[in-house]
Structures are given as C-alpha cells and as structure tokens.
C-alpha cells in the first residue's frame, strides 16, 4: 500500500503541469487570475510540507499538551482567515474565534468523551483541521449573506426601525435567513454524500488499507459532527454580527 | 396651544454627506397638535429633515429637543414609538397584512389586537377581509393605506409623512388625507407631512419651505 503511494520527486514536479493547464485556461480567456493560481500553489506546497514535518513530529511526540496547542494554533488560523474575508465587519475576530472555538471544542468534547477519540494527534489533528475548516467556510458565508441581506432588505428594516424595532426585532428575517443559507452546504454535503462524493477523511482510511466498515462508520460521525458545528458556527456569528449593520443611535450603517 | 412647552426644538440642525451640505442651520419650534406642511423641490433636503426628526439620520450639526430632552439621550425603540416615521412608498414585510398589522404588538410583547386592527382598517376604507390577504396581492394605493394603518395600531404622539400620497391617485391621497387629519383635530396627533401638491397646504396651520437645505417658514 505504501509503496503504491510513493510519489517521488520528479512526479511531484510533473504534477504541476496541471497547474499550468489551470493558468493556460485562465490566459486564453483572459480572466486575470494566473497570479492567484500560481501563489495558491506555491503557498500549497510551502504550507503542506512545513505541516508535513509539523505533523510528523507532534504524532512522534504524542504529547497531549502539544495537541492542544496545535489545536489552538488551527482554530486562531481558521478565526484569522474568516475575519480577514470578512469586509470590514465590526469585531469580527472575536466573533470568529468564538464560534469557531465554542463549535470545535464543542465536537471535540463531545467524540472524546463518547470514546469515539482518543486524545492523540493523529486522531485529533486531522479531525480538528476538518471541523475549524469547515466552520471557517459556513461563517465565510454568514458574512457574505448578512452583509448582502442587509444591503437588500434596507428599507425593510428601516420600516421595522421606525414603527420602534430594536436591532434583533428589525433583523429576526435576515438572522434566520443567514443562519439557512450558512448551514446549507453542510446540509447537501451530507445528503449526497456517497453518492456524489467520496469524503477525503473515509477515502485516506480506506488508501491506509482499514476496512471500508469502519472507514463508513467514521464518515458517518465526521458528517454528523459537521451539521452540528455548522449550526452552531451559524448561530454564533449571525447573533454576534448582526449589530454591526446597526450604530448606536439605532441606524442602518450600511448604504 | 402655543403656552404649553414645544413638543419639538430644533436648534442650527445641519446635514453633512460626501462632504455636501444637504440641510443648513434649521431652527424650528413645533406644538403638540400642530399639523405642519413641508414644501420644496425634489433634492432640497425635506426628507432629509423628516428622517432626522424620526431619528432615522442623526443631525451632523445642531441638536433636536423632543418634549425638552436631546433626542440622541432618548433610546430610540421609544422614542420611534411615540415619533412615527412613514415611508414615500411604505414596505409591506412577512406575508400577509395580518402579520404587518401585528408587527407593533410583536415588538412590544404584546397580544395583537384583531378588533383594533379591523377599525384601522375601516378608516382608511377596507375591511376585515384584508387581514388573510398576501401583501403580494395588493394595490399600491391598499398597500399605502394598509402601512398607515400599520404605523396607527398604537396611537402616536407624532406622525411623520414622506410624500406618502405622491405615487397614488386621487380617492387613495383623500382616504389618507382626511384620516390623518381627523386624528390631528381629534386626538391632537401632531403632523409633519411632506407634499409636493401645493394644494395640500391649506389643510395644514403652518407651511414650511426647504430650497436648497435652507428653511423657511411660509405661513
């Protein structure tokens, strides 16, 4: 199994002739997004070998401290990431660390104490990376959806403001609305699963040679444990959000 | 009437944006149970004034007083409560009328007033048959008339008028016109109204024209 994993260097190097299938296609229809593609791959490889080593030695180390650390380490990474593309939403750090950090803590509480996990790095790590990366996409859309609800609704709310709203009456609409849209794609994601895809976590099991069973079991309390954090990274960050959108004297600050 | 302390006081109220000045040094006095017309041409700085009156801008000059105290020390779900906005072309929210008409009890954790609700319908001429009715499946005209209803479930002290009968014809502005207008003889519901129709002043015991974000008083 290993063997038929091993992918030497020079591979590696041919591989990217994929990218530059990616940048050919961006170049004949002149889209303008060759810079990116060629920094998201350079960052890919520079990011995933240091991770590589970073692994390597935390699961040879298998020290719990160290797996809460990297823990840590993976939902301020994810927080960062989701505040950065948030567009300028008030406290929108704190915001992210919070539901990113409420939601994976809370899944992983929840598979240790089952005894689904062990506390070790390698049965922690990857989950965690799954989870906050998940929950840093469901907020992505959050922030997207309330800024356009927002934005779209504007007269709505100020009629609710005007007949003596208070921000959370005047946006009850668009907090429900965020809340669907943001745990839609983990909705789908877990209706189709198995039939349009073959989730990486369950897929890697099987290339490790465990039997399909358990992979599928696992899968099954991975997908579960999305839902859950979606909904409760929706809920988090719509609630923490939407005064953002009002000051203090109870106006819309948005145009 | 003119005894009793002003209900409003504006005081050198101004109005910045993009570094424009959309209204100039307003100074103005207004008396409970006083209906007020405001005139001027489009993009003169009326609406800007109306929405500043209903805290819905805040003055970036100037200071507003409501019955003595600085309206940006009022919290402002009060304050909007007893200071009514209404919108040029008022918005019907949720899906039916029922729902709009029981969005005032909703924010003040109250039960909706179904009988309430059916009189105000009657005074702007439609009837208990609305209530079921999608907001989709309205006129603009019952849709106007509905919002104003809407804005009246709970009687207050001020009413803010933005062009409200601009976009409607000539039965739909008199319905609106003349319920408002019995609520200010009747109720001494003060009135701020906002027209375009010259004709419409005389209704009214004083006009104010805005030219140029300046303010004038006509009558």
């Known amino acids: ?255 | 009437m003119q005894t009793q302390a002003p209900i409003f006081q504006l005081e050198q109220v101004g109005f910045q944006m993009n570094q424009q000045q959309i209204l100039k040094e307003v100074s103005l006095t207004i008396h409970a149970g006083e209906s007020i017309a405001i005139i001027g041409p489009s993009g003169s700085g009326k609406s800007t004034l109306l929405k500043i009156i209903g805290s819905l801008l805040s003055p970036t000059e100037g200071v507003i007083h409501y019955q003595g105290q600085n309206i940006s020390e009022i919290v402002a779900t009060e304050y909007r409560k007893e200071v009514s906005y209404f919108f040029q072309n008022a918005l019907l929210f949720d899906e039916t009328v029922r729902d709009n008409l029981a969005f005032p009890a909703l924010i003040r954790d109250e039960s909706f007033d179904e009988e309430r609700a059916i009189r105000g319908l009657e005074k702007v001429s439609l009837d208990a048959s609305y209530l079921v009715k999608s907001v989709h499946d309205l006129s603009g005209g019952e849709k106007q008339r509905i919002a104003l209803v809407r804005n009246l479930m709970y009687l207050p002290k001020v009413l803010l008028m933005d062009e409200v009968t601009s976009s409607l014809d000539a039965t739909n502005r008199d319905i609106i016109l003349n319920y408002v207008r019995q609520l200010n003889t009747e109720e001494s519901l003060t009135v701020l109204w906002i027209t375009h129709n010259n004709d419409d002043t005389q209704y009214f015991d004083r006009v104010l024209q805005v030219k140029n974000g300046v303010m004038e008083e006509l009558k």
Request: glycine content about 6%; charged content about 10%.
């Open chain 1, 1 to 255: 199994m290993n063997e038929s994993l091993e992918i030497s260097n020079v591979s590696l190097v041919l591989s990217t002739a994929l990218i530059i299938l990616a940048v050919s296609v961006d170049f004949k229809e002149k889209i303008g997004l060759s810079k990116d593609i060629i920094i998201a791959a350079l960052r890919a490889v520079i990011q995933l070998f240091v991770i590589g080593y970073v692994l390597a030695y935390i699961f040879q180390v298998d020290n719990a401290v160290l797996t809460l650390v990297m823990v840590a380490f993976m939902i301020y990474n994810a927080s960062y990431h989701a505040h950065k593309n948030s567009n300028g939403l008030r406290h929108s750090f704190r915001t992210s660390l919070l539901a990113i950090g409420i939601g994976t803590s809370l899944a992983l509480f929840i598979l240790v104490a089952s005894g689904t996990l062990d506390w070790t790095p390698s049965q922690i790590v990857p989950i965690t990376g799954m989870i906050s990366s998940n929950s840093m996409n469901t907020i992505g859309v959050i922030y997207r959806t309330l800024r356009t609800q927002f934005q779209d609704r504007r007269q709505q709310i100020q009629e609710k403001l005007a007949l003596g709203a208070n921000a959370k009456q005047a946006s009850a609409g668009i907090l429900r609305d965020s809340i669907r849209i943001g745990m839609t794609p983990s909705i789908s994601s877990t209706k189709t699963v198995g039939l349009v895809s073959l989730p990486g976590m369950m897929s890697g099991l099987m290339f490790a040679g465990i039997d399909p069973t358990h992979a599928i079991r696992y899968q099954i309390v991975v997908m579960f444990m999305l839902v859950a954090v979606a909904a409760i990274s929706s809920f988090i960050a719509s609630y923490l959000s939407y005064q953002s959108f009002y000051n203090e004297q109870l106006q819309l600050t948005i145009d």
